[in-house]
């Protein structure tokens, strides 16, 4: 039997805790336990019902699970089944266009983590070298392109199967592969924002005056990094010069939430009713070790609705999916698609949802 980067847990979701807006407010309760399936194996999960606060617990033999089933069917029956999908995505989803990602497969991180937002506005020196790395670092992420995942999203979001696309990336290139009902949680690379008039302007705009007032760097290469940055090192960025906003004179910061820095309430309150509208979450390329995505997985599963991941490696919710997926995001969504097709044609009434 070929399981192989699947993870087969509880058939029944958790029991409904309430809306999501209610469950990202109360601790969490881990409605689901589980094992990765292998051959010969037992998986034992188990749900917490909350009136009794009483564990029951499910044993799924192998010999539950078809032979037959793999990984792909398996994301496409889920796809099939769920009509209004929450879908999250991470950095993985965006490696294939040529833009790092952070954390390796342990969940670590794989260089030093990125400034915080404290340390960009309490220190001069530390917002010149931020920005003399991203000089360098923008042209290159500038420039990326939409990959097959992104299409496939844009896809599943056509055939009116998405409920919203909430993205942890900030390089829009949901919306350039055609999605739409796309809230970008932690903002956009492509504008920059005046800290104290809210003036905003082109990312593109102010790299030609960073470039203007450093010619010096602008020859300057090094490797990418994540999120627009570049591995620019040993040099005085002293000598850098950042521009102040032209209408009010104040410090100019991207558009995106640093690390140490709130997603701003009303849009986690949007993307929050979302997901009470929404019947199953779906999480790409991310493994929500912050804690700004996490939230939402755990509130899916306290309501009640399935999640499931794709991703390469572990994820901060691990434990609370119905379903994961260890493969390349363009690779598995592509695959996942076209067996959620098969399925279509061969049920035009669709299946019910998940029991």
Not at 205 to 215: D, I, S, T, V, Y
Not at 314 to 334: G, I, W, Y
Request: aromatic letters at 6%; a positive charge; one cysteine or more.
């Amino acid at each position: 039997m070929d399981l192989a980067g699947i993870a087969i847990l509880a058939r029944r979701p958790a029991p409904a805790f309430g809306p999501a807006a209610m469950a990202l407010r109360k601790p969490l309760q881990r409605p689901h336990v589980g094992a990765i399936v292998s051959p010969g194996a037992l998986t034992v999960c188990s749900t917490l019902r909350p009136a009794t606060r009483t564990r029951f617990v499910h044993v799924i033999s192998e010999a539950s699970v078809p032979s037959s089933i793999a990984p792909d069917e398996r994301l496409g029956e889920f796809l099939q089944r769920h009509r209004r999908l929450f879908v999250l995505t991470g950095a993985g989803c965006s490696t294939a266009s040529g833009i790092p990602d952070y954390r390796d497969a342990a969940g670590g991180w794989k260089r030093r983590p990125p400034v915080t937002y404290q340390a960009f506005v309490g220190d001069a020196a530390t917002r010149s070298r931020y920005w003399a790395r991203s000089l360098v670092g923008w042209r290159r992420f500038g420039r990326a392109r939409p990959n097959d995942a992104h299409a496939a999203l844009a896809r599943l979001e056509t055939d009116d199967r998405v409920e919203l696309l909430l993205t942890q990336n900030v390089d829009g290139l949901h919306q350039a592969a055609g999605s739409r009902n796309v809230i970008d949680l932690h903002g956009r690379l492509d504008q920059v924002r005046c800290l104290d008039c809210e003036r905003r302007v082109a990312r593109e705009a102010f790299q030609r005056e960073l470039e203007r007032r450093n010619p010096d760097w602008a020859g300057l290469d090094a490797v990418d990094a994540p999120d627009g940055d570049a591995d620019l090192e040993a040099l005085d960025f002293s000598t850098f010069a950042v521009p102040a906003c032209a209408q009010c004179g104040g410090m100019q910061k991207p558009d995106v939430v640093f690390f140490g820095e709130n997603v701003p309430r009303d849009r986690v309150e949007r993307a929050v009713r979302h997901l009470d509208a929404a019947d199953a979450m779906l999480v790409v390329g991310s493994s929500l070790m912050v804690f700004s995505g996490y939230r939402f997985a755990r509130a899916a599963a306290r309501a009640g609705k399935p999640v499931a991941a794709i991703n390469l490696g572990r994820t901060r919710a691990d434990d609370l999916l119905a379903l994961k997926v260890e493969r390349d995001c363009a690779a598995a969504l592509q695959a996942a698609l076209a067996c959620q097709a098969v399925g279509d044609a061969a049920n035009p009434a669709h299946l019910p949802a998940c029991p």
